[in-house]
Structures are given as structure tokens and as C-alpha cells.
């Protein structure tokens, strides 16, 4: 008996999950540089990534599973992460007597947190805690074209939509409701490159930062893998001629 009421709870608490994530629109199927076998980073795309998540995304989310020293892989060089880091105080210590210090920060450094506690990230923001990026599009089915989905989806609610203080219609949200405030607008950040300034590009570069910062290892895993496939092909090959050597004087 406990067993059935087990698996009717199951059940209905799927149901209830599949239709809630239900009214939310599939997010758009972009074009990813990354995708397919032969991918790889674009790197332009990258930086301007980077740059979207300092000036708008981490006034709230923090990566910590990322160090400055990290950010050579976009293409800067030494001396940029040294200035990068720079830009930034960390604690430190302690030193000679004890106490704990500021100085700035190092490429060896992490990402500096916006808050020093979950608490304090909970207090700023309504209760609710804004998840860590540093595997945001790992964590997520879909990922690059979600989190870029959530970043374009924002718009006003329907008038049969109901939503309390601090919530936000997004159609690609699961419930359609999301408690983070639309981050991009158009021009709010200017590109040196002459890249066009519209949300659709900032999700886009953003979203690809985000999908490097955790798979950073991504193009590296297909360049193996194309190796591989191109060995066992080679292999295989070999073997045939062998197997057609040993066996050539066989009469049937």
C-alpha cells in the first residue's frame, strides 16, 4: 500500500513539474560556432562575452570555479589579466601581525564574489539566491540556447498573468515567472569592435562565455576525439590488409 501511494505521488508530482515547464516556449535553436564536431570558440564572441558578464552579470552571480589567469584562453594576454585582476580587491592574510588584509587582486586570484555570504546574496536579492555561473549551462537541458532563451524572453504578461512583487513574465521560463529583473537592454554596452549593441547580441556573446567557462576544455576533447576516429580508421584499415594477407593462399 505504501508503495503504490509512493508511486501515485511520484506520478503526480511529474505531472504537475511537466506542466508547469509546459507553458514555457521551447528557447530558440541557435547557430552555436561550438556546436557539431568540429566546433570551436569564437573568440571575439568570447571576449565581449566576458565583457557583458563584468559590467552586467556579476553585480549579482559569481563564478567561483573560475580564475583571472583563466581568461588567457579568450585571447588576452598576460598583461590584460594582470590589469583585469587588478581592477578588483580581495582579502588576503594573515599577515605579520595577525590581521587580514586587502590588495589587489592577482591573475591566480578567483573571480571575486559579489557578496561575502549566501545570506547576504539572499538579503539583496528578495530571499532568492542567484545561482553560481561557472556551470550555469551544464546545469541547465538545452543549456547555451536556454540561458540565451532567459535573456531575450522577457516580455509583458499576458492580463490573464498574475505576478507578485519582484517577479517577471519570461516565455521561456518554466511558469512563465522568474524573479531576476530583464539585465540587458539595448546599448548598455559598448563594443570597441563595432559588433552590434541589442540584446540578441549580448545574450549571444554571453551565452557563449558562459558555455566556455564550463566546458573550457571543449575544443580540446574534439580535437581528440577526431584523432581517435581518424586512428581507428587507419587501424582498421591495416587490419583488413593484414587479414587479406594471411588468408590470400586459402583455397575455398
Known amino acids: 500500500m505504501r508503495f ?49 558578464y563584468k559590467q552586467v552579470c556579476s553585480a549579482c552571480h559569481g563564478m567561483d570555479l573560475k580564475s583571472y589567469r583563466n581568461l588567457t584562453d579568450l585571447g588576452f594576454s598576460e598583461d590584460e589579466v594582470k590589469a583585469i585582476a587588478a581592477e578588483y580587491t580581495v582579502i588576503d592574510g594573515p599577515n605579520d601581525e595577525g590581521e587580514m588584509f586587502e590588495r589587489p587582486a592577482r591573475p591566480s586570484d578567483r573571480f571575486k564574489n559579489p557578496y561575502p555570504n ?11 539566491l542567484p545561482p553560481d555561473m561557472s556551470l550555469i549551462t551544464k546545469a541547465r537541458k538545452d543549456g547555451a540556447n536556454y540561458t540565451y532563451g532567459i535573456l531575450v524572453g522577457y516580455e509583458e504578461a499576458p492580463a490573464e498573468k498574475e505576478l507578485m512583487a519582484g517577479q517577471y513574465y519570461n516565455k521561456y521560463m518554466a511558469g512563465n515567472v522568474i524573479a531576476m529583473a530583464p539585465p540587458l537592454s539595448d546599448g548598455i554596452i559598448g563594443y570597441e569592435d563595432g559588433t552590434d549593441e541589442t540584446v540578441e547580441q549580448y545574450a549571444k556573446d554571453v551565452t557563449q562565455f558562459l558555455v566556455w567557462a564550463a566546458e ?15 586512428f581507428l580508421l587507419v587501424f582498421s584499415g591495416i587490419m583488413y590488409a593484414v587479414k587479406k594477407k594471411i588468408w590470400a593462399d586459402v583455397k575455398h
Not at 511529474?14 to 564536431?37: I, L, V
Not at 573550457?216 to 581518424?230: F, T
Open 4 to 52: 503504490f501511494i509512493l508511486i501515485v505521488l511520484v506520478v503526480f508530482l511529474g505531472m504537475n513539474y511537466a506542466f508547469a515547464a509546459g507553458d514555457a516556449e521551447k528557447p530558440p535553436q541557435m547557430d552555436w560556432s561550438f556546436s557539431g564536431p568540429f566546433g570551436t570558440y569564437d573568440r571575439g564572441a568570447l571576449q565581449r562575452g566576458f565583457q557583458v
Open 118 to 128: 549566501e545570506e547576504a546574496a539572499k538579503y539583496a536579492n528578495n530571499g532568492a
Open 216 to 230: 573550457p576544455e571543449l575544443e580540446e576533447r574534439k580535437q581528440m576525439g577526431i584523432k581517435v576516429i581518424l
